[in-house]
């Protein structure tokens, strides 16, 4: 049996719970879709470049051994995402690791298109750059900026994950947010700079 691309979630976690001990496939490609996204938003949660594959690991363990239980109310990337939210929330309490804060608008408007290859490169300087300054932030202000600008989390969904009030929840996002424009000019300053 092979396993198309083409297939949505819904059908390779209906496969995975279906497949045969020892056939992993279907979830394979579940966790091919989505590591990356995993990765990333555990390096930012943890603060930590070093432990970020690790956590992303377990929540992928985590997904797996929990399928059998997954309702599928809510959809499969939802899912992992609320695991990955948990899963590095309790690494960062039980480490206190300086966590990281997204503010997706630092991007800056070019005034001309680059060429494909000088685009892919800034890109990749400013994900570095944003990454940087994400490690350099207060865990308080970036781990509920990345449950709202990476995740996509709501203000009162952040708020009971931290078990915070609503208003704290809103008031360390516009922080972060302010903190994250600060750094980031920064940064860009000392690079100028050099």
């Known amino acids: 049996m092979t396993f198309e691309q083409g297939l949505s979630d819904e059908d ?7 497949a045969p001990e020892g056939d992993t496939r279907p979830f394979e490609e579940l ?15 943890s603060g930590s470049p070093s ?22 109310r809510a959809s499969f990337e939802t899912w992992v995402k609320r695991i990955k939210s ?11 690791v300086q966590t990281v804060d997204v503010d997706p608008g630092v991007v800056e408007n070019a005034a001309r298109q680059p060429p494909a290859v ?3 490169l800034d890109n990749q300087d400013t994900q570095g750059r944003v990454g940087a300054v994400l490690l350099r932030m207060t865990e308080t202000l970036r ?17 009971d994950q931290l078990g915070i ?6 008031m360390r996002i516009k922080r972060g947010r302010e903190e994250f424009r600060t750094l980031f000019r920064e940064a860009q300053a000392d690079e100028v700079a050099e």
């Open 86 to 96: 948990n899963h590095c929330i309790n690494f960062v309490t039980k480490k206190r």
């Open 118 to 120: 000088e685009r892919a």
């Open 165 to 170: 009030g609503l208003s704290a929840v809103k």
């Open 12 to 18: 390779l976690v209906r496969l995975a719970r279906e």
């Open 51 to 72: 432990d970020a594959e690790d956590l992303a690991q377990e929540v992928f363990v985590k997904a797996y051994f929990g399928l059998a239980g997954f309702e599928g």
């Open 143 to 159: 781990i509920p900026l990345v449950l709202r600008d990476l995740d996509g989390m709501a203000y009162d969904e952040i708020a």
């Open 31 to 45: 966790v091919r879709r989505y590591e990356r996204k995993v990765y990333t938003n555990c390096r930012y949660l």
